[in-house]
């Protein structure tokens, strides 16, 4: 068997190794994820220093460890790499490198090894073309893109949250954009969307099953069983939206950004919120580059606001 292989991969993460080494994790088509040492990459006239940064998009020819060396000798070696493509807009705008790294560790969470993953692959670098073809002063717009892009990777990995449907009944949900206090439920545990007036109505309804099974009857003769109801779990509700973020919220499947005007762009930061609690439980950790995210709007809050 030979023991070199060739990929096609992007780089999702970088750490150094020794005086001159980096470790890159990378996402390739016919691979998977792979974790492969950059040799002399740090070096300052290494032929590998750029195409090992984040977000290149590299042709790869790899050396595979040999499993009976030391921990960093079974790594494999990228022996040659040559650039198809590169995001120069990424790294030279805060709020564009913080988007795409929240939108990297989504993918570092759900992709997989030694398994073809060219949908996850496909799926990152178009997200990464939107948010690097995004104006300098379309903040707002920053956060709309990375919002439907965690919804397309929620999409690929089958999670995705139900918002055309109420969860409780099944029953479409249309949102009234002409009253500004109507309101729908947004419910992680359920898994998307939840009418308030059911929700509420289910709420009433377990309560009064709760106090039938507190308060025996006293008319009925003693037995030695008990009466066992059984109930439909009353999901908690994790936030509320108004009409335009929920609309928000049911146009992220659509191929294209859903235009809203100024006033409401800061509902967008309202519907990432959402997505980002829901992804975050269903990852089972938290989203570190969020972080950055909420840094970089809350230094920014008049742009969007």
Known sequence: MSRTYQATGINLKTQALGESDKIVTILTKEFGLIRAIAPGSRKHNSSLGGRSGMFVVNQLLISQGRSSQPATATLDRITQAETIKTYPGLTKNLGKLAASQYLAEIVLCQALSEQPQEELYEVLNEHLQRLEALPKSQDSGLVAHLTQGVFHLLALAGLTPQVQFCCLTQRPLTPDLTNSNWQVGFSIAAGGTVCLQAWEELRKEREKQ???????????????????????????????????????????????????????DYGWLSVEQILRQYTQYHLGRPIRSATLIDSYFAANHDAIV
């Open 210 to 264: 709760k106090n039938q099974e507190n308060s025996p009857d006293t008319n009925s003769p003693k037995t030695s069983y008990q009466t066992v109801f059984h109930h439909q779990d009353l999901p908690k509700i994790s936030s509320r939206l108004g009409g335009k973020e929920l609309l928000m919220l049911q146009h992220l499947s659509q191929p294209g950004i859903m235009q809203i005007d100024a006033a409401s």
